[in-house]
C-alpha cells in the first residue's frame, strides 16, 4: 500500500511564498512521474507542474517564473516552491504519482490535498 501526503499549504498575501510538500510512503520500488494539480472552486482540477525521475520538468503556462517543482528521489518526496503568489493561485493542491511498487505493479496514486489561499 502506497500513500502520498502533502504538506504545506496555507493563507499567504500576494506576493508571498509558500512550500508545499508531498511525502510518498509504503512498498515504493521507483516513482516514474510526480506532479502537482490544482483545483479552484467551480473549477476544473488542472495540471501546475510535473517532474520526471530524470528531473525533466514541465510547467502551466500560468505558473512559470513563479512555482519551480523538485523531488528528493532517496526520501521519495517532491515539492513545489510557490513564488509571488496571486489571488488566482488560490486553490486545494494535489500531490499525483506514479509508483511502481516492490510487487511489480504500477499504479497513479493521488494525496489527500491542501489548501493555499492568496489573499490580503
Known amino acids: 500500500q502506497v500513500q502520498l501526503v502533502e504538506s504545506g499549504g496555507g493563507l499567504v498575501q500576494p506576493g508571498g511564498s509558500l512550500r508545499l510538500s508531498c511525502a510518498a510512503s509504503g512498498s515504493i520500488w521507483s516513482i516514474y512521474l510526480m506532479a502537482w494539480y490544482r483545483q479552484a472552486p467551480g473549477k476544473q482540477r488542472e495540471l501546475v507542474a510535473s517532474?520526471?525521475?530524470?528531473?525533466?520538468?514541465n510547467y502551466a503556462d500560468s505558473v512559470k517564473g513563479r512555482l519551480t517543482i523538485s523531488r528528493n528521489n532517496a526520501s521519495n518526496t517532491g515539492y513545489l516552491q510557490m513564488s509571488s503568489l496571486k489571488p488566482e493561485d488560490t486553490a486545494v493542491y494535489y500531490c499525483?504519482?506514479?509508483?511502481?511498487?516492490?510487487?511489480?505493479?504500477?499504479?497513479?496514486?493521488w494525496g489527500q490535498g491542501t489548501q493555499v489561499t492568496v489573499s490580503s
Open positions: 499525483n504519482a506514479h509508483i511502481s511498487e516492490q510487487s511489480g505493479r504500477q499504479e497513479l496514486y
Open positions: 517532474i520526471m525521475g530524470s528531473g525533466t520538468t
